[in-house]
């Protein structure tokens, strides 16, 4: 006998029978079910049956999640090779300066051999201008550096004047060079001659960029 309350008014019963009427409430009707009919059921088992289908579906979903972060590692791994690229591929950039006294002064600078560079001068004061530029390939120390060079200075200030630029440096556009001038042993060393006409010290800027 259904005694008025609600399912979840009752007493919990923890032991059951096959013999034993469980009320069921439905759409706000209440039925009764036994034991051994919800145990023996077919259709229960198999919507058990389909639950562990899903979990197992879970289950896949779960590695194929795992597959993706994996795929994720791959990707980062990639990432990593190609940052490596980049990072050893990138340009080189060397940069300095010099302090000149008044008159004449001789500066230089030096490049490891081997290499492909892009270089400067910069030299820019109160009527005071000096530039100088190159691309060159250096190969050994006593063979000429091939490769092309541009200088200029402002003369009508003539407080920086360039006087020399490297004479190691050989080639013309467009053409095969072939000869092999006396050039000395140090030809990864680029010398000038900068004559500071002002009456202070200066600063005058250099650099080069190592490009393969």
């Known amino acids: 006998m259904i005694t008025g309350k609600t399912i979840g008014q009752l007493a919990e019963l923890y032991t059951m029978t096959p013999g034993t009427l469980i009320p069921v409430e439905f759409s706000g009707s ?14 229960f088992s198999s919507r058990i049956s ?18 993706d972060s994996g795929s994720f ?12 690229n980049i990072t050893g591929d990138v340009v080189t950039k060397n940069s300095g300066s010099w302090t000149l006294s008044t008159g004449a002064n001789t ?3 030096t490049v490891p051999i081997g290499n492909t560079y892009t270089m400067w001068v910069n030299g820019n004061i109160p009527n005071g ?20 060079q541009f200088a200029w200075y402002y003369l009508a200030g003539n407080a920086l004047a360039l006087t020399s630029i490297p ?18 042993t ?16 200066q600063t005058v800027n250099y650099g080069w960029n190592k490009i393969s």
């Not at 590692?73 to 490596?84: C, K």
């Not at 201008?129 to 092309?148: D, L, R």
Request: some cysteine.
């Open 129 to 148: 201008i000096c530039v100088w530029n190159a691309t060159v390939t250096v190969t050994n120390t006593n063979v000429p550096v091939i490769g092309q």
């Open 167 to 184: 004479a190691q440096i050989i080639g013309t556009a467009g053409t095969i060079s072939t000869t092999s001038p006396a050039v000395g």
């Open 30 to 43: 209440t039925y009764y079910a036994s034991h051994s009919i919800l145990t023996s059921s077919s259709s």
């Open 186 to 201: 140090t030809t990864n060393v680029f010398t000038f001659g900068i004559t500071n006409n002002s009456e202070t010290s």
């Open 73 to 84: 590692s791959t990707r980062t791994t990639a990432l990593e090779r190609v940052t490596g």
């Open 107 to 109: 500066v230089s600078f």
């Open 50 to 67: 389909g639950l562990e289908t899903a979990s197992g579906s879970f289950s896949t979903r779960v590695s194929n999640l795992k597959i």
